[in-house]
């Protein structure tokens, strides 16, 4: 009878302690308030961009705050700033001109552009009257049944800046931007595919074709005819649907070629994927039937892989070369372009030249496994190409664009474990290394040649500081120390001029707002430019995010994260905790600094939980080479152990953490990791949500999953090459699934095909698991204007399991709906 009472005292405990623990429901109203659309009116201008004039070092730029739009001019030499013109004065002026009324807070100036004059503007303003389409006759033309003949009249205004005077001129059909024409430096020549086949047209007929595309007088000539479909001189219709394809067949389609400076010549790849395999989507919602999408897609370890080729055309000998360049099997061509200038306008005309002179380019060759690259000049003068620089590793190899100076070249290499830069002699022969020590270069911002001198980003060199910060630096390409031009604990961004004498810095963390200062060459602030305007957001109750730090499974190495808590935070109230993870290799998913996008962070937090984001060994490029390739090899289980380290970190520190209660969500490679980190550590994560997931790598693209887990060349002893690859999948974990999980899928995702996705499901379903699995009609891979849908049903999922909101949500998603635009 004892041992009743004291079964039943302690039932009666159990029971009492389990009846007691809060149920809390989930706060709708709070992420509500801070969504894209109520963000857009909250959120205005973050950074200054600054358009650079091409006579001076001044620049001009647009600033939106919550008292509206204004415009800059910024002269560096004689540290001034001020305004283009007066918005109030302008308005006036506009509205006597077009009739409507118009007032400076909340003036538009549509495609503003500075002139070539630099001191006259032209901008265009709508009107509310009715006009008749400017091309109503060719639409009609091409659809009897259209209707709608109105449009709202726009004018065109010239306004110059000195004399403060407006003049409106013609409002002329802006010109096309035909995206087939690769046009030539000297606008004498036009390149482009038709019928798979590689065309030339001179300006004259381009012109012709600028007014109308279908003008039979436009002469057009053939320069080669062994063109066909997946071995073409051109880009395909890559996302058009089999029946898109056929109706576009004839198009002129873009050509890759980079012109020589002199628009003789030019260079290009042609790759044949006539043996590479298909792959498929549905586009289930299309009317009035359902159409197919065949597209290529090699896949990892594959035989059949796209084959890459080097063409040469001189027009003085109106002749194609195909380059004798073969070195390694399935190998990968990279031609490099010459960098266009920082004061390039928007409408500006962009040649694409190659790297190199007259008598040369540079293009670097590739490695199927990655292990191997050859920087390689072409001599046009011998026919014959030169290898300059040799790249080996028993990893994969990333590089960047080599940079020219004179006959010196600028090279990045992570050959002693850091990415630096070095300097070579056109030989090939190696100078002196530039950079060194244990941090990380990420890319060569400017060249400034004249003064011999490197300005370069780098990050993790500033002792003290999250080492994923960046700075700008410069170092001499005569040897020397290395100078921090923008010194401070934030993250920067930077927009530097042609001649490096001056540039706009950028800074913020996380937690701090946003703040635009112009410097000079050696870092010295010229003067204050902008502070962002949070004040409406700060209104609305956010508050920042909490950056930290904590070590990795290995309890060495130091990891970053940042956690967001719920605007109503309650510190003696248990919270769940949910990571949102992506694995990398190629970056994390840790903010660095102050952001607009806050759906899988600052918002899913407001429902009711802590919300970190952290990185992990093998997640990221910007720290060392070590670093980097920690999961090379074990693409499945690399990162899992760190997410896991962090939980039982973050809750010994913090109390109201409720380790009990541990969700995860990620998109792509994080819906891959999700689910993944349920599988391995069930009792540790008990609540997925897995987006987009690439679930089984061995059914990813080839690049990807070859660099990063690595494929085997086999060699025989017949000299013949093939390729292994193996690694582990989701699927093979099945089994393992105890808590809830939510699978999600674009049904024409043609990045990480569906399949990825439905197998999980059908493994889950051959283990006898209960799960959910959303699919959204129409969407590709990051899911386009069903994203805010996507975020409640998450959301909803999230709230019912691990704050144990059993409530059903109303069938309408009311907080959704509140932000669509009221029908007229």
């Known amino acids: 009878m004892r041992r009743i009472l004291l079964a039943f005292g302690f039932f009666l405990a159990f029971a009492t302690s389990h ?45 939106e705050t919550s008292e509206g739009k204004r415009w800059y001019v910024v002269d560096p030499v004689r540290r001034s700033k001020s305004e283009m013109f007066d918005r109030d004065k302008l308005a006036a002026e506009i509205t006597r001109a077009v009739k409507d009324p118009f007032d400076g807070q909340h003036l538009k100036l549509d495609d503003l552009k500075l002139m070539d004059d630099e001191n006259t503007i032209r901008f265009k303003v709508k009107s509310t009257a009715d006009v008749l389409k400017s091309d109503w006759a060719e639409i009609k033309e091409k659809n009897k049944n259209s209707k709608d003949s109105l ?22 059909k802006d010109p096309k931007r035909l995206s087939w024409a690769n046009i030539s430096p000297d606008s ?32 057009e000539n053939q320069l080669t005819e062994d063109g066909e479909k997946d071995y073409e001189y051109g880009w395909g219709g890559r996302g058009d649907d089999n029946v898109e394809e056929e109706k576009s067949k004839d198009d002129r389609k873009r050509a890759g070629v980079l012109w020589s400076s002199d628009s003789k010549q030019f260079v290009m790849t042609r790759t044949d994927q006539r043996d590479v395999k298909d792959l498929w989507v549905i586009h289930n919602t299309r009317n009035p039937r359902p159409t197919l999408e065949t597209y290529k897609y090699a896949m990892p370890g594959e035989k059949e ?26 190998q990968t061509v990279s031609l490099w372009s010459t960098t266009p200038p920082a004061n390039t306008r928007d409408d500006d005309f962009r040649p694409a030249t190659w790297l190199g002179n007259l008598n040369e380019f540079y293009f670097a060759i590739t490695s199927r496994d990655l292990k191997k690259v050859d920087v390689v000049r072409w001599n046009l003068a011998s026919n014959q190409k030169e290898v300059v620089i040799e790249e080996r590793s028993n990893t994969y190899i990333d590089f960047e664009k080599l940079e020219l100076v004179g006959n010196e070249l600028i090279w990045w290499s992570e050959r002693d474990g850091w990415g630096h830069f070095y ?61 921090l031009l923008n010194a401070g604990d934030f993250n920067h961004d930077i927009d530097i001029n042609d001649n490096a004498s001056f ?18 060459r050696n870092g010295n602030k010229v003067m204050d430019l902008e502070t962002a305007d949070l004040s409406q957001l700060f209104a609305a109750g956010y508050q920042f995010p909490e950056p930290f730090k904590f ?86 289980d690399y990162g899992l152990a760190d997410k896991k380290a962090a939980v039982e970190q973050l809750a010994d520190r913090h109390d109201f953490i409720d380790r009990s209660k541990v969700g995860i969500h990620g998109h792509s490679g994080g819906g891959f990791m999700s689910t993944a980190a349920m599988l391995v550590y069930p009792d540790v994560f008990k609540v997925a949500v897995s987006s987009a997931g690439n679930h089984e790598n061995n059914i990813y693209n080839r690049w990807w999953s070859e660099k990063h887990h690595g494929v085997k060349e086999q060699i025989s002893p017949k000299g013949d090459t093939t390729f292994v690859y193996q690694i582990e999948k989701n699927p093979d974990l099945a089994k393992n699934l105890k808590g809830h999980l939510m699978l999600s899928t674009g049904d024409v ?53 691990l704050l144990g909101d059993n409530t059903p949500p109303p069938v309408d998603m009311i907080e959704m709906q509140r932000d669509k635009p009221k029908d007229k």
């Open 19 to 63: 009846a007691q623990e809060p149920v809390y429901s989930g706060n709708y109203e709070l992420a509500s308030r801070f969504s894209p659309e109520k963000l857009k009116k909250m959120i205005f201008s973050t950074s200054v961009n600054p358009h650079w004039m091409k006579k001076s070092d001044r620049f001009w730029y647009e600033y």
């Open 305 to 330: 892989q796209p084959q890459t080729e080097l063409l040469h055309f001189s027009f003085d000998q109106m002749e194609m070369k195909k380059l004798p360049i073969s070195t390694f099997k399935d």
């Open 188 to 219: 004498s020549k036009v390149v482009y595919m038709k019928n798979y086949n590689l065309y030339w047209m001179d300006k004259e007929n381009f012109l012709k074709a600028v007014k109308d595309e279908k003008d039979s007088t436009i002469v």
């Open 551 to 636: 070590k990795a499974d290995d309890g060495i190495t130091d990891l970053y994260g940042v956690m967001y808590k719920p605007f109503d935070f309650d510190s003696t109230r248990k919270y769940p905790i949910i990571e949102y993870v992506y694995p990398g290799p190629q970056t994390e998913a840790v903010n660095k600094s102050f952001g607009r996008s806050m759906d899988r962070t600052d918002r899913l937090a407001q429902f009711g939980f802590v919300v970190v984001t952290l990185g992990n060994r093998g997640g990221h490029p910007a720290r060392s080479k070590w670093y980097h390739n920690y999961g090379y090899g074990n693409l499945r």
């Open 749 to 801: 995702d043609n990045n990480v095909h569906p399949a990825g996705t439905i197998r999980m499901a059908n493994a889950l379903i051959k283990a006898g698991k209960r799960f959910e699995f959303v699919i959204l009609p129409g969407q590709r891979h990051g899911y386009g204007d069903m994203t805010e849908y996507f975020f409640w049903k998450m959301g909803d999922y999230f709230v019912r399991h």
């Open 151 to 172: 449009e709202k009249k726009v004018h065109t205004f010239l306004y110059n800046i000195s004399t403060q005077q407006l003049t409106e001129i013609e409002t002329e």
């Open 503 to 520: 540039f706009v810095n950028t800074y913020s963390r996380v937690n701090t707002t946003p703040v635009s200062v112009l410097k000079d």
């Open 423 to 483: 300097l070579y002699g056109k030989d090939g022969t190696l100078k002196r290394q530039l950079t060194s020590g244990p941090y990380h270069t990420a890319g060569a911002a400017r060249v400034d040649a004249k003064n011999r001198k490197l300005y370069f980003v780098a990050n993790g060199r500033e002792k003290g500081e999250d080492p994923y910060y960046e700075h700008l630096y410069s170092v001499s390409l005569d040897g020397g120390a290395v100078s």
